[in-house]
């Protein structure tokens, strides 16, 4: 079994900046990839970002590529979702995921593990 916990979040001006945390126990954490999930109000859980077990393969969202960074530290069981240039419609519950699988995947449904979430409030 694996538990996550994230942390990090808050409330931010829209272009600010906050770094969310995913700490990890568990399951041996370099062996399975991690994504980061946010849902709005009313909307579907989307994909954010999402990295490998190595951490040598990322993927990005079309709408954070170039402004959110995703990464991790095997070594502290940590993985991390820096976002820059923050909009009001980013706004949501974000939520860090872990896969049964070395390889990244944008789809919701292929993660087996789930943090609780973390707030965050882009205000304009």
């Known amino acids: 079994q694996v538990r996550l916990v994230e942390s990090g979040g808050g409330l931010v001006q829209a272009g600010g900046s906050l770094r969310l945390s995913c700490a990890a126990s568990?399951?041996?954490?370099?062996?399975?990839?991690v994504g980061w999930f946010r849902q709005a109000p009313a909307k579907e859980r989307e994909i954010v970002a999402a990295?490998?077990?190595?951490?040598?393969?990322?993927y990005y969202a079309n709408s954070v590529k170039g402004r959110f960074t995703i990464s991790r530290d095997n070594a502290k069981n940590m993985v991390y979702l820096q976002m820059n240039s923050l909009k009001p419609e980013e706004t949501a519950v974000y939520y860090c995921?872990?896969?049964?699988?070395?390889?990244?995947?944008?789809?919701?449904?292929?993660?087996?593990?789930w943090g609780q979430g973390t707030q965050v409030t882009v205000s304009s």
């Open positions: 568990g399951r041996t954490f370099s062996n399975y990839a």
């Open positions: 990295i490998s077990s190595t951490g040598r393969t990322t």
């Open positions: 995921a872990g896969r049964n699988n070395l390889y990244v995947s944008s789809l919701l449904n292929e993660y087996d593990y």
